[in-house]
């Protein structure tokens, strides 16, 4: 792998001046407590997919799990985007990532997070 393993006393800094943001607003803490307690109803900040979007989020979560299957779990907890495409053009158990879901994949991971219920910001672990 050319990947180098995250640093983890950045990732550990960066997880806690995360965490602290979040307590320090109670209000947010609550609100998302109590999503989590109700878990199966849906909420008015829910993100929902439409049929098609949904069709090539599971087409490639399966191509997903057939990279990682490829490369084993550890591996491709380290595994950039660009590395994973390339192991998936290169291996027909895999099969190459159709344009549409390199497409949605790159939303994905592009979007702002806030979107989605994240309210922190990313932790970086340069």
Known sequence: ???????????????RQQ???????SGNMNA?????QN??????????????????LVSSFKRLGRVQNLVW???FNVLGF???L????????????????SDFLELMFSSNAKEYGFLAIRPSVN
């Open 39 to 56: 878990f199966e109803n849906s909420h008015y900040e829910d993100v929902f997919l439409d049929a098609d979007s949904y069709k090539i």
């Open 19 to 25: 965490s602290m943001s979040l307590l320090a607003d």
């Open 73 to 75: 779990h550890g591996n």
């Open 1 to 15: 792998m050319t990947t180098q393993a995250p640093n983890s006393e950045a990732l550990l800094r960066a997880f």
């Open 82 to 84: 660009d590395e994973m």
């Open 86 to 101: 390339h192991y998936s053009k290169r291996y027909s158990s895999v099969g190459a990532f159709p344009k549409s879901e």
């Open 32 to 36: 998302y407590l109590q999503k989590m």
